[in-house]
């Protein structure tokens, strides 16, 4: 059993930053892929970036390239997102994701868990 949890959302204005955790418990994400997905009012739930935990890649969706960066700290088990220049297009649910798998899927149907969100707001 694997039990993700999220913080560190919040508001914050345009250009402004936030980082947010994902604490892991139940087994270590030393052997997990770990990931960020959020989901707008409406929308579908959409990959943000990803690390691995084979050599500590990382993979982003384009519309956060340069901006956010993914991290792991294996010891702790936690996983950080780190969102600098947010913008109001930002706002969304955020959720972490883990799976046991070897390559980093961008489609959420394929990772085995979830957290429960933690909202993000981006204000003009």
């Known amino acids: 059993h694997v039990q993700l949890v999220e913080s560190g959302g919040g508001l914050v204005q345009a250009g402004g930053s936030l980082r947010l955790s994902c604490a892991a418990s139940?087994?270590?994400?030393?052997?997990?892929?770990m990931g960020w997905f959020r989901q707008a009012p409406g929308k579908e739930r959409e990959f943000v970036a990803a690390?691995?935990?084979?050599?500590?890649?990382?993979s982003y969706t384009d519309s956060v390239k340069g901006r956010f960066t993914i991290s792991r700290e294996n010891a702790e088990n936690t996983v950080y997102l780190r969102m600098n220049s947010l913008k109001p297009e930002d706002t969304a649910v955020y959720y972490c994701?883990?799976?046991?798998?070897?390559?980093?899927?961008?489609?959420?149907?394929?990772?085995?868990?979830w957290g429960q969100g933690t909202q993000v707001t981006v204000s003009s």
């Open positions: 994701a883990a799976d046991p798998g070897f390559f980093i899927v961008t489609r959420a149907t394929s990772w085995s868990y």
């Open positions: 139940g087994r270590t994400v030393s052997r997990l892929i």
């Open positions: 690390i691995n935990w084979s050599d500590d890649s990382t």
